[in-house]
């Protein structure tokens, strides 16, 4: 089952790849699986593999939803023009729009749609997702990153002071003990 979640493509419950278009249908075609988004086509392994996106905007774009024919997609455009590609999905002609099965948008079930929250937040909160948020501030809210910003700057304005600070009594040590090594009274 292919579906979209949060702008996450999922094959099943895996997450496959991100989505900055609208999904206008899925098919299993010949050799891959085929996902239509606006202007662009995402080809999937029959396992939900990622294999590749295809930006469709020098043949056609504004895909309007996605059929499929003697078990080849065929996409229609806004204009509408019809397309059937090749079977290696490479190559797209123009056709008629007779005898295609045309993909019908399917509403998942509460089961379903649990599933995929689950998988989407990756059941549950992971000890390195804490961490890396609190690493980078981001589990204290907005202003989080200023203040690790802040602390590291504090940090670092310590570690130099106190080299400074060492630096200079050691200094001060040598001097001392040179002094009282050749000036003797």
């Known amino acids: 089952m292919i579906s979209s979640w949060h702008n996450q493509l999922f094959f ?3 997450a496959v790849t991100s989505l900055e278009q609208n999904i206008h249908g899925a098919i299993a075609a010949e050799q891959y699986i085929v996902v239509a988004l606006d202007s662009a086509i995402i080809l999937l ?14 043949s056609f774009s504004n895909i309007q939803r996605l059929g499929i024919k003697y078990k080849r997609p065929v996409i229609e455009t806004s ?9 290696h999905i490479l190559d797209w002609d123009i056709m008629m729009n007779e005898d295609v ?10 089961d379903e ?10 059941n549950g909160l992971k000890l390195e997702r804490v961490i ?16 690790m910003d802040a602390a590291a700057i504090a940090l670092l304005w310590l ?27």
């Open 132 to 147: 890396l948020d609190l690493h980078s501030g981001r589990i204290f809210g907005q202003y989080g990153i200023y203040l």
């Open 101 to 110: 099965l045309w993909i019908q948008r399917y509403t998942l079930t509460a």
């Open 45 to 58: 392994t029959f396992d939900g593999e990622f294999i590749e996106r295809v930006s469709t905007s020098l």
């Open 113 to 122: 749609k649990e599933k995929l929250l689950v998988a989407y937040r990756c």
């Open 79 to 87: 204009e509408p023009l019809y397309y059937i590609a090749d079977e």
């Open 12 to 14: 099943d419950d895996m």
């Open 159 to 185: 570690s130099l002071s106190g080299f400074w600070v060492w630096s200079s009594r050691r200094r001060k040590m040598r001097r001392k003990k040179h002094y009282q090594k050749h000036h003797r009274s």
